[in-house]
């Protein structure tokens, strides 16, 4: 049966993408937030999932103002890299287990959440910036490491899904994927954030105490977690810091009980805070 | 209009349903900036190019004066005006030095500082708006 190893938290800062894709992560404004995945990298070499499943958030790429599904599951074969307006990223296209994914888009169904299924769509840098600082460089020629099922959460438009909905969302991810007959390693991935608003006159908003606060629910109480606030995520970490009802979605795959093996947190990447949390399910 | 309970955060625009209405084709017009071959043809005659997309002269004139934060007050949303930034060659950051009136470089050096801090700017009164 397939199993879920660990999840992972991770900003998805489109910056970090470019950064690794110029060769500049070694200058001094970049070092600290690589430093902060060396480990990270050496844990996912250990782990060797053969699929992650990763939450993410498209910024209106594969869809724009005519479609805003508030959750949409990747079920096509594969997905290349978009052009966001300064070009594709040269990184391998996304190929998906797609037999997996069709499993649990219909355990999902049945067990009431009702979402849209994908059969054919472009991922921007919240999947891959992910991907990358996770794995590192990997060349546009090359496959990633894993195959990937995208989950594509709404967060542009208000309102995004409560986060009550996100952790009970993970709960059934995980009933569908351990009930997946093939014998798979699985990591979740729960990315965006953390406090950042990228518009208006409030830009550059950064909140690192109630980020701090954040990572530490996620290890020791999701529940609390899952009950925060659209306001007080809005008002306290800017109106893109919103992105981390996405996390919650990872955190309810996962036992109530996990071990964080890893946090990393850096100001500024960008006008972001960059937050990264690794959470292993106590055996 | 009844009040939303966001209102009340200062320097903000929330991007709701009443905004995407309002935005719908600005933001239809700034996304079709993502492929290059609309890039140029933008580029080639932007009167000619918004012709296609049925928006508010208001809308149309704030996209031609590329007034940022005017945009986003008639209905646009970040993702969607940055596509019209990046066609401009301007990057999240640097737009953000824009909207925020602080200019380029003092908003990237506020950013190294740390970013904006919450205290004093979770309420409209502590900006001394209503």
Known sequence: ?283 | MTEKEYDKIPGTIVFDADKSREGYHLNQFCISLRLQKNRDAFNKNEEAYLDAYPMSKEQREAVLKREWNLLLELGGNIYYTSKLAANDGINFQNLAGRMTGMGVDSYREMMLKGGRSIEGNRDKSEWGED
């Not at chain 1, 067990?111 to 590192?136: A, C, K, R, Y």
């Not at chain 1, 990591?187 to 208006?200: C, D, E, P, R, V």
């Not at chain 1, 109630?210 to 925060?228: C, H, N, Y």
Request: glycine fraction near 8%.
């Open chain 1, 1 to 283: 049966m397939a199993k879920i190893m660990a999840g992972v938290g991770c900003s998805h800062v489109p910056a970090i993408g470019v950064a690794m894709d110029t060769g500049i992560t070694h200058e001094e404004y970049w070092k600290p937030v690589f430093e902060g995945f060396k480990k990270s990298r050496e844990w996912m070499k250990k782990q060797n999932p053969d699929v992650i499943f990763l939450v993410y958030n498209d910024h209106c790429t594969a869809f724009d103002a005519r479609c805003i599904p508030t959750f949409a599951l990747g079920c096509g074969a594969e997905f290349q890299p978009a052009d966001e307006g300064w070009g594709p990223r040269p990184v391998p296209a996304v190929k998906n287990h797609q037999k997996m994914a069709s499993h649990i888009a219909q355990s999902l169904v049945l067990n009431e959440f009702d979402i849209t299924i994908m059969n054919e769509m472009e991922v921007d840098h919240g999947l891959t910036v992910p991907l990358s600082v996770m794995f590192g460089d990997i060349k546009q020629n090359d496959e990633w490491p894993a195959l990937v099922i995208p989950l594509c959460v709404n967060v542009v438009q208000y309102p995004a899904p409560t986060g009550n909905r996100c952790y009970n969302l993970g709960k059934a991810i995980r009933r569908a994927i351990e009930s997946y007959e093939e014998d798979l390693n699985v990591i979740i991935f729960g990315t965006g954030g953390m406090s950042h608003q990228l518009q208006y006159k409030r830009a550059g908003l950064i909140n690192s105490d109630w980020d701090k606060r954040f990572l530490d629910l996620m290890t020791a109480d999701p529940v609390g977690a899952s009950q925060i606030t659209h306001l007080e995520y809005l008002r306290e970490t800017g109106s893109e810091g919103i992105e981390m009802v996405m996390w919650l979605i990872m955190r309810g795959t996962l036992n109530e009980n996990v071990t964080e093996v890893h946090r990393h947190y850096h100001v500024p990447a960008s006008n972001t805070a960059v937050g990264h949390i690794i959470l292993e399910n106590n055996a």
